[in-house]
């Protein structure tokens, strides 16, 4: 849809929510999804810190100041182009896939036992992580981007052209989302084979480093596995940045230098790490791990419902329009996650604030409910009235786009 989204109507997800939405409403959109940028870089902050620890030995606050500076490495490579960085990318990708695939071989996994895995259950005790898998595989950011980079390519002003690069890159997401499953399920079938079938639980990053060593009896598994983790942060960190950029154009039309704009969003994540590492150590950094994933979950479904709501706009979109088909999945995804966000959020209200003062309520309580309003506007108003007409759309099959 994201891509039907940029191709169809040329402008991408940031461009078009301020194209609809008020001033007070995309400012929201905006903040949140500022928000998720910046626990997105915690995370690639944190994934780099812990890399460098294990495989160099490199103490944690000192690996925070490194990851400041491999900023520079990503302003050197967005002067080299959008092919270049993109071939970069995909080399990253393909470096932690490689080095989980490793793992699984050294572990010899019980095969029936991961069939058997592929049966959807779900342990009530276990909603917290799994929000936060879910947030950590559908990062809200990537449906900007993409939105944003399939207009990088040539696409004929045609309606014909338009259906053969929507085609091209329905195969292309397939085959990019397909391989991203692969890899997030050799993590899981490594863990479960080296871990989980011996008994033996794991709290922190490290100690799951520690444990390959004695459980695999060979030194390539923990290399491994920091050469993926190092691998991991760095990719996160390219892609979080061009979002970065596109969303603060796109919602804002304001533009940054891009120096500036990511030692900002650099600067933003390192402050929750350092403080953590410094006072908590590795076992504060696992936890504020998590916490940084169910944040991006949390902001999904305010990028998630816009781009659904666009992409079935008949005025916006014309012969391009989902299918009824299409509304009815991914309106059913789209409660999925909304329900399982909700869930989660006042669950954990009810155990943290359950015996706090009134002003800590009014704290928590006045933008979480300023962020439902926005949410329940966002899903319920179109429905409501009809949508804006965006410039440029394509609405009919001879029409030929400008």
């Not at 929510?17 to 905006?30: A, F, H």
């Not at 695939?101 to 342990?123: C, N, Q, R, T």
């Not at 990537?142 to 990088?152: D, G, K, P, T, W």
């Not at 696409?155 to 195969?171: P, Q, R, W």
């Amino acid at each position: 849809l994201c891509a039907r989204l940029g191709i169809v109507t040329g402008l991408d997800l940031a461009q078009g929510c301020r194209r609809e939405y008020s001033r007070p409403l995309n400012l929201c959109l905006w903040l949140l999804a500022e928000i998720a940028i910046a626990a997105t870089d915690l995370a690639e902050v944190l994934g780099t810190v812990v890399g460098l620890n294990l495989l160099f030995g490199l103490p944690l606050l000192w690996g925070c100041a490194v990851t400041a500076m491999d900023t520079f490495l990503l302003l050197a490579l967005q002067r080299l182009g959008m092919r270049k960085m993109e071939a970069f990318i995909v080399m990253l990708v393909a470096t932690i896939g490689a080095c989980f695939f490793i793992e699984i071989y050294l572990a010899k996994p019980d095969w029936g036992g991961i069939a058997s895995g592929f049966v959807p259950h779900m342990d009530p005790s276990a909603l917290y992580v799994a929000i936060g898998m879910i947030g950590a595989t559908v990062m809200p950011h990537n449906l900007y981007l993409h939105s944003s980079l399939v207009q990088s390519r040539a696409v004929s002003n045609t309606v014909t052209g338009k259906k053969e690069a929507c085609k091209y890159n329905l195969i292309d997401s397939t085959v990019a989302l397909n391989a991203a499953f692969l890899v997030n399920a050799a993590i899981l079938i490594m863990a479960a084979a080296d871990f989980h079938s011996r008994g033996i639980m794991v709290t922190e990053i490290q100690q799951a480093h520690g444990l390959l060593n004695g459980v695999l009896g060979t030194r390539l598994a923990p290399i491994a596995f920091a050469v993926a983790l190092l691998a991991a942060g760095q990719s996160s960190t390219i892609t979080g940045t061009l979002a970065g950029q596109i969303i603060m154009e796109g919602f804002l039309n304001l533009r940054m230098r891009p120096w500036l704009r990511r030692m900002v969003t650099r600067g933003i994540a390192l402050v929750p790490a350092v403080i953590v590492i410094a006072l908590a150590g590795d076992t504060g950094l696992y936890r504020l791990l998590i916490l940084s994933q169910v944040v991006l979950s949390l902001q999904l479904p305010f990028a998630t419902i816009p781009l659904i709501h666009f992409t079935s706009d008949f005025q916006k979109m014309g012969i391009f329009a989902n299918r009824i088909w299409v509304k009815i999945a991914a309106w059913s995804i789209a409660a999925v996650i909304v329900a399982l966000n909700l869930k989660l959020v006042f669950e954990e209200l009810a155990g943290w604030l359950g015996h706090s003062p009134a002003w800590v309520w009014v704290l928590v309580m006045i933008p979480l409910t300023l962020a439902l309003a926005a949410l329940a506007y966002i899903t319920f108003g179109p429905f409501l009235r009809p949508g804006r007409k965006w410039e440029g759309t394509i609405t009919t099959d001879a029409h030929l786009v400008a």
